[in-house]
């Protein structure tokens, strides 16, 4: 069992709006006193200022939900990592299945986003998961560690600063959940994957992603390798999120 202090993330995904983004970090703030893990909103580009306003002097983390791979110039509608770091952001999601799906991203692009967010001190919040037809052609653990592979390949000794995101796709923004066992089984392999990489393995987060709720998320999180989760739907309501955010202890 491991006892380091569990992360949860929200991804607002395409969502939000200056009024309505206010609301919300001010009452996830609110309830944040006793929070046992650490906290973190993905919020859309444009809010980044918005929300790092309100949450400075809170212990609510900044994450953005993607980043380039380049360093700066000709790369039109493009962030880079040093802009996020200008704006306080300490996490990026990068290879989220909607970017991968929507946007034709490689395994070798999500890699060297990784790498450009880890050179600027930005842990990238690495998302790996196999789609409904790859688990039921038996391809689960395949697709996973080709995607993780691509990530550990490019990045070196730094993996051991990434964080991992076991998002299985047939359950994101479907309201179909991972068992806390089958979650489990892919997050065993996801740690052995890394255990190989580097030796900090064990204090790596792992987190799960796909439909976690109030309801589902103390048995997902009570899994020996589940550090934490990245929440969509559910970090959109604050108090949705604040009873996932109580349940990581
Ligand atoms: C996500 O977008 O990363 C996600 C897990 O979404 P949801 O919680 O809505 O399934």
Not at 35 to 40: K, N, S
Request: charged content about 20%; overall charge neutral; glycine content about 10%.
């Amino acid at each position: 069992m491991t006892t380091k202090k569990k992360l949860i993330a929200g991804n607002w995904k395409m969502n939000g709006g200056i009024a309505a983004n206010d609301a919300l970090v001010r009452a996830v703030v609110a309830g944040l006193k006793d929070a046992a893990c650490t906290v973190a909103v993905c919020v859309p580009a444009p809010y980044l200022a918005q929300v790092q306003m309100l949450r400075h002097g809170t212990p609510l983390e900044l994450g953005a939900q993607d980043v380039s791979s380049h360093e700066q110039g000709a790369f039109t509608g493009e962030v880079s990592a040093a802009m996020l770091k200008d704006f306080g952001v300490r996490y990026a999601i990068v290879g989220h299945s909607e970017r991968r799906r929507y946007h034709g991203e490689t395994d070798q692009l999500v890699a060297d986003k990784a790498k450009a967010a880890l050179a600027h001190g930005i842990t990238p919040i690495v998302c790996v998961g196999e789609t409904l037809a790859e688990r039921e052609a038996g391809h689960t653990e395949e697709v996973v560690k080709r995607q993780l592979a691509a990530v550990v390949h490019a990045n070196g000794h730094c993996i051991s600063e990434i964080v991992v995101a076991y998002e299985p796709v047939w359950a994101i923004g479907t309201g179909r959940t991972a068992t806390p066992e089958q979650a489990q089984q892919v997050h065993a392999v996801l740690r052995a994957q890394l255990k190989a990489a580097t030796e900090h393995a064990g204090r790596m987060p792992i987190l799960y992603g796909g439909s976690m709720n109030a309801a589902n998320a103390a048995s997902l999180l009570a899994q020996p390798d589940i550090d934490g989760g990245l929440i969509g739907g559910a970090s959109l309501k604050a108090a949705d999120f604040l009873q996932i955010i109580a349940a990581a202890r």
